[in-house]
């Protein structure tokens, strides 16, 4: 049955992976660890990486945290991402030091976004305002989905991120400034939509609003 289940994690057909990442989930054994968080590394399609995390959720977190702690260290992209993915999941917060700077500035939009969500999640109460500077140093980078990620990341913070975002608004760099407005928007008003908190901002910059505007 092990011999098994650990092929079936290698089969050509993503339904198959699925099936035997939800049966070792079903089923938690601790042997099967390592090929999980193997196979974290290297499985191209979404919802089976999120079968394989929900499955090692479902072990004991002594015994998968430190091995992913390992990946978030390793050279492979979607390692390191999936690796702070499911550390978000599980919410040990022994694994807060391993949410370094670079991480959080990770030059893969995916290994930051991944580890900005994990950083929220991690974070002791005492290193907040921290979190909330090194998160705001990111504001202006990548595109749509990039900035929503850090925005939701920000909001999720609470209103500690606040003076540290209030101060982003009036930076010299228009995209940091349009993107520290729209979050300002989105956590004044959730419902809002980031599209419409984004165009919004970028048409206050472009007219020379000040950032402190629509406070």
Not at 11 to 32: E, H, I, K, W, Y
Request: negative net charge; proline residues 6%.
């Amino acid at each position: 049955m092990t011999s098994q289940a650990l092929q079936a994690l290698e089969n050509n057909s993503p339904s198959v992976r699925l099936q035997a990442a939800l049966a070792v989930g079903t089923t938690p054994d601790p042997g099967f660890i390592g090929a999980l968080i193997g196979r974290c590394a290297v499985e191209p399609e979404f919802y089976v990486r999120e079968m394989l995390t929900w499955a090692l959720t479902r072990h004991a977190a002594s015994m998968t945290v430190p091995l992913l702690l390992d990946e978030v260290r390793s050279e492979r992209v979607q390692a390191r991402s999936q690796a702070l993915h499911t550390l978000s999941k599980i919410g040990d917060r022994q694994a807060w030091p391993a949410i370094t700077p670079a991480l959080l500035s990770d030059a893969d939009d995916e290994v930051a976004r991944s580890a900005w969500r994990a950083a929220v999640v991690l974070v002791p109460e005492d290193e907040e305002h921290e979190l909330a500077v090194a998160l705001a140093a990111q504001l202006g980078r990548g595109e749509r989905e990039t900035q929503l990620s850090l925005s939701r990341a920000l909001i999720a913070l609470g209103e500690v991120m606040l003076p540290t975002l209030g101060a982003a608004t009036t930076d010299p760099d228009p995209r940091v400034r349009a993107h520290a407005i729209a979050t300002e928007r989105l956590w004044r008003d959730p419902d809002a939509g980031f599209e419409f908190a984004i165009e919004e901002a970028k048409r206050t910059v472009a007219l020379g609003g000040p950032g402190q505007e629509g406070r």
